[in-house]
C-alpha cells in the first residue's frame, strides 16, 4: 500500500468512528457544532496530509506507523486508555449537548472553544514544520537518525505538541456544548500529563544532547507554570 493511500485510509477511518457516534449519539444530523467541528478537524487533517506527502513524507510514514518495534510498553498502555477515552468522551459530549440536554453552554463560549481549536491546530502545525521526527508514539528514531530540536516553538517549551493538545482538548467540549465533556477532559489531564513527563525520561536517557537541551528550557508546556 503506498503512503498516500495509507494516509487518506487512516483520515476516511478517523472521520467515520469520530461521526458515527457523534451523530448517533445525538440521534440527528441537524447539529450545527457537530458539524463544523469535523470540518474543522478532518479539514485540518487533510491538508496536513497533502503537505506532509509534498514535504516531508518521511515524518507521514512515522505518523501513520501505528506499532513500532520498540514503542515502549507503557506508552501502548496510554494508547488503549486514549482510544478508550475518546470513544467514549465522543459519546458522551452529544448526549450531554444534545439528546439530554444536561448541560446549557452561552454561544460566545462555544466561539471561544472554536477559536481554542484553530489555535491549537496553528500551534501544532508549527511543531509539525519543525520536528521531522514527531512520532504518534514514545520511541527514539534512531533508524532516521533523530536529534533534539531546539529550534522553533521548541525554545519556549519542551513539549509544545502537548500544548496544542491541551488546547484542542479543551476546545472541543466547550465548542460542542458540554461542560460534563470539560469535566471528563479534566479527569483524563493527570494521564496526558505523566505521558509527558515519561516521554521526557525516555529522552533524557536515550536521546544524546536532551539533558543540554533541559538546562536551556525548564518549561514542559506552559512557560512560567510547568
Known amino acids: 500500500m503506498s503512503l498516500a493511500l495509507k494516509a487518506f485510509s487512516f483520515l476516511v477511518l478517523g472521520i467515520v468512528i469520530t461521526a458515527l457516534p457523534l451523530f448517533l449519539a445525538a ?3 441537524a447539529w450545527p457544532a457537530g458539524w463544523i467541528y469535523l470540518i474543522l478537524l478532518y479539514g485540518w ?21 501505528v506499532a ?41 463560549v462555544q466561539v471561544v472553544g472554536g477559536v481554542a481549536l484553530v489555535v491549537s491546530f496553528i500551534l501544532m502545525s508549527l511543531v509539525f514544520r519543525e520536528n521531522s521526527y514527531l512520532a504518534a508514539t514514545v520511541r527514539i528514531q534512531e533508524e532516521r ?12 517549551v ?20 458540554s461542560w460534563y465533556g470539560l469535566l471528563l477532559v479534566l479527569l ?8 509527558a ?11 544524546p544532547g536532551y539533558d543540554d537541551y533541559m538546562t536551556h528550557v525548564k518549561y514542559r508546556l506552559i512557560p512560567h507554570v510547568w
Not at 513539549?159 to 456544548?177: D, E, N, R, V
Not at 513527563?197 to 536521546?207: A, D, F, H, I, P
Open 145 to 156: 537518525g533523530q536529534k533534539v530540536i531546539t529550534t522553533g516553538p521548541y525554545q519556549y
Open 27 to 29: 440521534g440527528t444530523l
Open 45 to 65: 487533517v487533510f491538508i496536513g496530509i497533502l503537505l506532509l506527502l509534498r514535504y516531508n513524507p518521511g515524518l507521514l510514514a512515522e505518523r501513520v506507523n
Open 68 to 108: 513500532p518495534a520498540n514503542q515502549k510498553i507503557w506508552d501502548k498502555m496510554f494508547v488503549v486508555l486514549l482510544n478508550v477515552f475518546f470513544f467514549a468522551w465522543t459519546i458522551l459530549m452529544p448526549l450531554d449537548a444534545v439528546r439530554f440536554h444536561w448541560s446549557w453552554m452561552p454561544l460566545w
Open 197 to 207: 513527563v515519561l516521554e521526557e525520561r525516555t529522552l533524557l536517557q536515550e536521546l
Open 158 to 177: 519542551r513539549h509544545p505538541m502537548y500544548a496544542g493538545g491541551l488546547f484542542m482538548f479543551l476546545g472541543i467540549p466547550l465548542l460542542l456544548g
Open 188 to 195: 483524563f489531564l493527570p494521564a496526558f500529563l505523566v505521558r
